[in-house]
């Protein structure tokens, strides 16, 4: 939810999807994964939040918008995004 947010507002104010992919990696990673330890917190979970959270957030964040830039372009050089536009 946070990634989404922040690649949204990213996409937003610079339209350029470049911009989206790195919106997605710090809003899930650094803001989703701090959101995950607070509410651990509250369930009586202590851990460390980088090591717990916010690395593997940004682990699998990072491939799956890796994999969502190709996916992008390959559907753009095709001109699918413009038809779905």
């Known amino acids: ?3 989404a947010l922040v690649a949204g507002l990213f996409y937003k ?3 350029q999807i470049s ?3 790195i919106g997605e990696v710090l809003g899930t990673s650094i ?3 701090l959101a ?3 509410v651990a917190g509250w369930m009586g979970i202590t851990d460390v939040a980088v090591t717990a959270y916010i690395f593997p ?3 699998s964040t990072f491939v799956g918008s890796i994999l969502a830039v190709i996916l992008y372009r390959a559907l753009d050089k095709r001109g699918i995004i413009q038809d779905i536009q």
Request: charged content about 5%; overall charge positive.
């Open 19 to 21: 911009f989206v992919f």
């Open 31 to 33: 803001f989703g994964g």
């Open 13 to 15: 104010y610079s339209k």
């Open 1 to 3: 939810m946070f990634g």
């Open 36 to 38: 995950a330890y607070i």
């Open 57 to 59: 957030f940004f682990l």
